[in-house]
């Protein structure tokens, strides 16, 4: 579709380059008190961000990433304002999950005090679930996005009226203006592939969850955006619903790339619904299989959309892992929470997962309302039951955009400190569970029963020569890994 004469006018009386700092905040990352280790168990890429990054620079605009999380960051937040700053922005952007979003404001609140000219402007999930209620209550910003990230930013680089970009939240005036929501990008192969090069220390300083590879160095790719399911406990305010996914050919062209510019051997797909459209991922295996990378991958699989074929085929297109959403093994919760599975069917797909030579890593939540005792017991017990290869225990954490958001004080305590916010704390106790101490000492003895379950020990040194990289990097930082696992030795009452 064509610009208008408007948006031509706007584009040919607007500078052609402008210099954009975009900054991924860290935020509170671990437990209160504790040395956060977030840096070095598992230090993602921030991959919106990154994709954010190479659409501007596709417009033509000079950007740097600057990531609080990466190698060499300073804590300090002064200190991460002056090497932001250093780059002489015209535009600083962020990009901001709930728990970094206070760290977001007082970035911004530093740079308006130093350089008060500096164009401020923040957009992630949280920002879109709450829009304008958080630019009145945080001025330092001069704007907000809501949604998809990448329109609305270059429109607002490229110097149109902000009264007519979608997407954004605005002043006029005293007022603050929520402007017409922003379409979805409909067609996610126009998107140049994220912009890894403007990453500090990619990908050698990025680590990838311990043990969930062989090879390294590690990636992330994201290949869908949206869901057509809707979790109690699931943010969709910036996807939203329905499901739009790269085609076979661009992510295998993204894999090659990360392959042949960065030497990656082993890439994370972090998407909801990897194979929910067959048709794509039989393309994509068998493009793989034709035409090898040296690449393993880890993908993520929802129940009822694997079977027999397909799962042979992922192992031969490289895959080494699978994840499962199962959240919880009681029933009832199930039903409420994660409607659509059942726990037979886990059980079924978690063994033609193992029958195809993959991995089946199971992912659970603990602390959804309705949650007692009984049923953490009854989800650990599930949990060995079903003999998988590794498994990942979320806390449960509310967020604004989430269906339960609005009901979630009636169901238990919530303490709303968004730093805390983050799932690795426990903000919530349901009425099941007597407090939140209790609910730390059920996780922590739940978690340690996992790893140290007989069964799992024995399949873990089977594999002893694959883990070999993860267990050279485990040496490496040996007090920061202990210092961790001591948060999950059970405490007495």
Not at 143 to 157: F, K, R, V
Not at 247 to 258: D, P, R, V
Not at 411 to 432: A, H, K, S, Y
């Amino acid at each position: 579709m064509g610009m208008t004469e408007k948006e031509k006018k706007n584009m040919a009386s607007s500078p052609q380059k402008k210099r954009i700092v975009l900054v991924h905040p860290r935020g509170f990352n671990w437990f209160p008190g504790k040395r956060d280790i977030t840096d070095i168990a598992n230090r993602m890429v921030p991959q919106g961000l990154l994709s954010i990054a190479a659409y501007l620079i596709k417009q033509g605009h000079n950007v740097v990433v600057y990531d609080c999380l990466g190698p060499g960051a300073p804590l300090d937040l002064p200190k991460q304002t002056r090497e932001i700053l250093s780059f002489q922005p015209q535009i600083v952007g962020f990009s901001a999950t709930t728990s970094s979003f206070p760290d977001a404001a007082d970035l911004a609140q530093f740079i308006k005090q130093q350089i008060p000219d500096t164009t401020t402007v923040c957009g992630g999930v949280h920002v879109s679930a709450l829009e304008g209620k958080l630019l009145q209550d945080y001025p330092a910003f001069d704007y907000l996005i809501a949604g998809e990230g990448e329109e609305t930013i270059a429109e607002l680089a490229a110097g149109f009226d902000p009264a007519e970009i979608k997407g954004l939240i605005r002043w006029q005036e005293a007022q603050v203006m929520v402007n017409e929501p922003r379409p979805k990008i409909a067609d996610l192969d126009s998107l140049p592939f994220p912009a890894y090069e403007k990453l500090k220390g990619f990908p050698h300083d990025y680590h990838l969850p311990l043990f969930s590879y062989i090879n390294t160095p590690g990636a992330t790719m994201i290949t869908s955006r949206g869901c057509m399911y809707q979790c109690s406990y699931c943010d969709r305010s910036v996807f939203k619903k329905g499901f739009r996914y790269n085609s076979a050919a661009y992510i295998y062209e993204h894999m090659k790339y990360l392959r042949e510019k960065f030497g990656v051997r082993h890439v994370n797909i972090y998407d909801d619904l990897f194979t929910a459209n067959r048709r794509r991922i039989v393309e994509l295996c068998e493009k793989l299989s034709r035409y090898p990378l040296g690449i393993h991958f880890n993908c993520a699989v929802r129940v009822g959309y694997t079977d027999d074929d397909l799962l042979r085929m992922l192992k031969d297109a490289g895959c080494l892992m699978v994840s499962l959403g199962v959240e919880s093994a009681d029933p009832e919760m199930l039903a409420r929470h994660k409607s659509g599975v059942s726990l037979d069917e886990v059980r079924d797909t978690v063994q033609r997962i193992q029958k195809a030579n993959l991995r089946a890593k199971g992912l659970f939540m603990m602390g959804l309302p309705g949650e007692t005792e009984e049923s953490i017991k009854r989800t650990s017990d599930f949990i060995i039951e079903l003999g998988l290869d590794d498994m990942n225990m979320a806390k449960f954490t509310p967020f604004p955009g989430a269906p339960l958001w609005n009901t979630i004080t009636e169901e238990g305590t919530f303490q709303e400190d968004w730093r805390l916010m983050n799932c690795l704390n426990f903000v919530f106790i349901p009425q099941g569970i007597k407090s939140r101490e209790r609910l730390d000492q059920l996780y922590n003895e739940h978690v340690k029963r996992f790893y140290s379950d007989k069964a799992w020990r024995e399949r873990f040194r089977k594999r002893i020569w694959q883990h070999r990289k993860s267990l050279l990097y485990l040496l490496r930082h040996l007090p920061s890994f202990w210092s961790a696992k001591n948060q999950f030795e059970p405490k007495s009452n």
